[in-house]
């Protein structure tokens, strides 16, 4: 994915994730946000130059799927450019329940951005950590009917 936003900014996204047999996933990904570039000044407003900041993450995560929920993580490595750059790398963890409900609710958590440090010059802070719930509810059955023909159809 491509998608372009204010002046020359923009950010992209490729993803790949496979189901290896039906019990196990993995993945990976790739997001890059540049700024676009920037003219760069003194303390006086004269010209310097220009730069061009962007951040880009690579992630690789793995997912099992046990009898009461589903559980999965990634590692991502993280870089971010200013004028200098830091990098770190991170962890994310996700649980998902089993259809409850039959089978019309799941309950699911994740929590994002355990790692390191990012260090620009000499300010160094941790990544902000992240925590969601969230829930998925299907309101209504989906109807099978027969067409005659030995094809169910919906």
């Not at 880009?56 to 559980?71: R, T």
């Not at 490595?77 to 039959?102: H, M």
């Not at 994002?112 to 010059?121: A, I, V």
């Not at 160094?124 to 027969?146: C, H, I, K, V, Y």
Request: proline share 3%; charged share 20%; aromatic share 12%.
């Amino acid at each position: 994915m491509h998608a372009p936003y204010v002046a020359s900014s923009f950010f992209d996204y490729v993803g790949f994730a496979k189901n290896t047999n039906g019990s196990n996933a993995w993945g990976t990904g790739l997001q890059y946000f540049s700024a676009g570039t920037i003219t760069q000044t003194n303390d006086s407003g004269f010209e310097q130059g220009s730069f061009t900041p962007y951040d880009l993450a690579l992630s690789g995560g793995y997912a099992h799927q046990f009898e009461p929920l589903s559980i999965g993580f990634s590692l991502k490595y993280i870089r971010s450019q200013i004028l200098t750059s830091a990098q770190t790398a991170a962890l994310d963890f996700g649980v998902l329940s089993r259809p409850l409900l039959e089978d019309r609710l799941r309950l699911g958590r994740r929590d994002d951005e355990f790692g390191g440090k990012m260090k620009f010059e000499q300010e160094s802070d941790r990544l902000p950590l992240a925590f969601r719930l969230g829930s998925s509810f299907q309101a209504t059955n989906t109807m099978e009917s027969e067409c005659g023909c030995g094809h169910a159809s919906r």
